[in-house]
């Protein structure tokens, strides 16, 4: 038979014992309110307290959602990571924290979605719970888009950067601003230009933040698929999740007729962009991973159409 090692058993204090030995107390006699209508309530305190407040509210909130697109798939869902605000007045001391989330558990039982409609009311909504002039609302989030290869038609998902900021006025109405930033990929035409063959090529990130009317009609289009045609339709290619051979002997070929420096990029886009006439400014901006550089390549470009 074979030898079998015993060990001692240890026996353990209690479990209220053993909380007690890291540090737990017994609770204190309680003389405080226990009803809300007899608590103190510092933050609705009135009194002088010397400045007004741009924003006060709460940031880095993650809660699921609900996308719309006009690309495949054309209803998804994600998690957005959601930041709410307000301004306060130098009368009062603090904002109700909780009506924030208050307001977002609301409308996640209706089925929370990004659509701009749903946006704009949720900010006038969340200004009138708070009692206050003025809501912000800014969501960011990735938006699947489905792509297909040029030769095979393999298709596979892409994805973008998306932010959306909604800010409610009671005077002055709304101030809409979108971003989305996209992969591309960029030839550089100066090696092109000084090569016997070949050129070095780059994955570019082109990023646009823009200002839309007010009353944008996202039933008639999609300002995700506006951006993202904008950057990619101006690339010298389209990045791809699925290539066979086929698909990327076009996607080189095609890189090679079109070479774009970050300086083009930025103009190309910002030209796209002027053409929609529910945008009213943008910042364009195109960062090259340079594939023969230490360094990456840069450009921007800002225009506001309504100080023409």
């Known amino acids: 038979m074979e030898n079998t090692k015993t060990f001692p058993q240890k026996k353990l204090p209690s479990k209220a014992q053993r ?15 226990v009803d809300k209508v007899h608590m103190a309530d510092l933050q609705n305190t009135k009194k002088d307290f010397l400045f ?9 909130v993650k809660h699921p959602i609900t996308i719309y697109s006009s690309i495949a798939p054309t209803v998804q869902t994600s998690i957005g990571e959601f930041t709410f605000s307000s301004s306060l007045s130098h009368s009062n001391k603090g904002t109700n924290m909780s009506r924030f989330n208050e307001q977002l558990a609301k409308y996640h039982r209706q089925g929370f979605s990004t659509d701009l409609t749903t946006l704009k009311t949720f900010t006038k909504e969340l200004a009138e719970r708070l009692d206050q002039q003025d809501a912000s609302l800014r969501v960011d989030y990735t938006w699947f888009y489905e792509r297909n290869a040029p030769d095979t038609q393999l298709a596979g998902l892409n994805h973008a950067d998306v932010s959306i900021s909604v800010n409610y006025d009671k005077q002055q109405g709304y101030d809409i601003r979108l971003s989305l930033s996209v992969s591309i990929t960029t030839l550089c035409p100066c090696s092109k230009e000084i090569s016997e063959y070949s050129a070095h090529n780059q ?4 990023t646009m933040d823009v200002k839309i009317i ?17 950057a990619e339709s101006n690339a010298s290619a389209r990045l791809h999740p699925i290539l ?28 796209d962009l002027y053409e ?10 195109c960062q090259n991973e340079e594939s023969i550089h230490m360094h990456d390549a840069v450009a921007s470009v800002t225009y506001d159409k309504d100080n023409e």
């Open 244 to 271: 066979k051979r086929t698909d990327e002997k076009m996607v080189t070929e095609q890189a090679y007729e079109n070479p774009r420096f970050v300086e083009d990029m930025v103009r190309l886009v910002a030209a």
């Open 19 to 33: 909380h007690k030995l890291f540090g737990s107390v017994m609770p204190v006699p309680r003389s405080k309110p």
């Open 276 to 285: 929609v006439s529910e945008i009213r400014q943008f910042k364009v901006t």
């Open 52 to 60: 007004d407040l741009d924003a006060v509210g709460i940031t880095k």
């Open 214 to 230: 007010e009353d944008f009609d996202e039933t008639t289009s999609d300002w995700k698929e506006i951006l993202l045609e904008a």
């Open 203 to 206: 994955r570019g990130n082109v």
